[in-house]
């Protein structure tokens, strides 16, 4: 099998009627089943991204681990070796790709390829996670257009990003407190505990109530890869109508789960500081 596997023609005009260009960096969140492309290895949808973007273009995407020290039976992260958890296969091929670069994240690492790929990847072992310093918001300054691949905003992690951008007071507190606020890595043979930057992302189920907001402002670009929906949409433009939003509702992107604990949780401290 060919690790760089082959541009697909129907998929290069797909992205390109969808909006993609030559020259974008390009943030993807994807579902290869979604393709509903039997004939397709996801080796193929990356070549299909790179060629074309072209030499001048990036693609990033996640390859998160949650290597935090309380989950169980966690891999200690390594960036040349631990595969991402619930990221999708396309993120492990292009983690695997030729070429490719991954961040050192221990909890949210991103894999890039690219123009920019050095740029979005390089000292994050230290940085926060989906907020400031991170390879997302390198990616955002750098002009980034996200691209949705058959999954909605509830896998766009821009939007955590946007939680941060607007300074809501409830980023510090973790998705589950058991998870820590330190993570496991592997260096040299040996597993070590290193601590997280204090902004944690959190739950994410509520994020398509984004959907018709960003339509309405004409941030989405709509169109089909394959059998799969997809969305197009300017990282920049999006991140500051969200943050506009989370300013006059700040608890907008929380969902309504008597069970979700990072969401009751924030929204308890929004009310402690009487913003809702």
Sequence with gaps: MNARGRAVPSLVRDLQRLGVRGG????????????????????????????LLGPD???MMPTFTYSYVGV????????????????????????????ALRSGHPTYSVAAIGRHAEAITRDKERASALGRGSSYEVAIKLGARTVLLGVGNNSNS??????????????????REFWGRAALVQRNGRTEQVPLVSEFPGCSSNFPVADGYLREL????????????CKLMDAGAMVEAV???????????LCSGITCEPCSRRKVRLRERGLI
């Design 218 to 229: 004409g941030i989405v670009q709509e169109g089909k890869l394959g059998a799969a929906d």
């Design 24 to 51: 974008d960096l390009v943030i993807a969140h994807s579902s290869f089943k979604s393709l509903g492309l039997s004939d397709v290895a996801p080796a193929d949808v990356i070549r299909s991204f790179l060629d």
């Design 57 to 59: 273009g990036t693609l």
């Design 72 to 99: 169980w039976n966690v891999q200690p992260y390594h960036p040349a070796t631990t595969p991402g958890i619930l990221n999708g296969i396309l993120t492990e091929t292009l983690r695997q790709y030729p070429g």
């Design 158 to 175: 821009a939007l955590h990003y946007a939680e941060v951008a607007a300074d809501l007071p409830y980023n510090d507190i973790p998705f």
């Design 243 to 253: 943050v506009r939003r989370l300013k006059r509702e700040p608890a907008w992107l």
